[in-house]
């Protein structure tokens, strides 16, 4: 893969501008030519984070790294994880589908996320989530999934995740100042694009100084190379 040209980063950002998070990620790796297996719309969602956490690789360097805040005191917890782990752990994935109560799931996609987004009711969107994975009708002792449970949807997301282990990246954490545990779920698309948002308008920054001083078009500017751009912007700013 390839990494974005300074013209396609501004591209890809102003399409992405006003579109869901999830749409985002999509975008992204169907920017980066990552799209081989079918709509990536429809993969797992481990597939499509291995993809993305392939895509902050190529674009942003190997190491995803950012900070959450304690959720009792507030205090600013950092965190760092290496891409090169996320895909590895992916590739010895199996996540074809899980039987749980005599019925049969396969993992969740951006298409089904997308069908409980605007669902405000966790437990209503985590019953919708397991209807909308649901393959076949299951054998004869199976409970009708209209009486399955918040338990039974938890046991549900954990046999996912077993198969399917980055179906959610879980970080946990331990605040060093009043000591509490948290787990915080990395929402990856939302990662990838603040990085992506972060380059695009240091790009554009980079533009106005440099057609300021010069009277440059933007087109002129994105055709210099990042070392030389680097160095007008110094003899500018001197």
């Known amino acids: 893969m390839r990494a974005l040209s300074n013209a396609e980063v501004l591209t890809l950002w102003e399409d992405g501008r006003r579109l869901h998070s999830l749409d985002r990620g999509l975008l992204a790796i169907r920017a980066l030519g990552l799209e081989s297996e079918g709509d990536a719309a429809d993969w797992p969602l481990g597939r499509r984070n291995q993809a993305l956490a392939e895509v902050h690789r190529d674009c942003f360097g190997p190491q995803l790294q950012g900070w959450t805040e304690c959720s009792h005191c507030a205090e600013k917890l950092e965190f760092q994880i290496d891409c090169h782990s996320l895909i590895a752990r992916q590739r010895c994935a199996n996540p074809d589908s899980v039987t749980v ?29 397991m209807r909308s994975c649901l393959l076949g009708e299951g054998s004869e002792d199976c409970v009708p999934a209209a ?20 179906v959610e990246i879980l970080l946990s954490f331990e605040c060093p100042v009043c000591k509490t545990a948290r787990e915080h779920a990395l929402d990856l698309p939302e ?48």
């Open 191 to 238: 990662f990838i694009w603040a990085q992506l948002e972060g380059v695009a308008k240091r790009i554009l920054y980079e533009i106005h100084i440099l057609a300021s001083a010069y009277g440059w078009t933007e087109e002129q500017i994105l055709a210099l190379s990042d070392s030389r751009r680097s160095l007008y912007l110094q003899m500018v700013q001197a």
């Open 147 to 166: 009486e399955w449970t918040s338990i039974d949807c938890e046991e549900l997301s954990i046999r996912v995740a077993e198969a399917d282990p980055l």
């Open 101 to 129: 109560r005599g019925r049969a799931f396969r993992p969740p996609t951006s298409r089904d996320l997308a069908r409980v987004a605007g669902e405000l009711d966790s437990e209503a969107a985590a019953q919708l989530l």
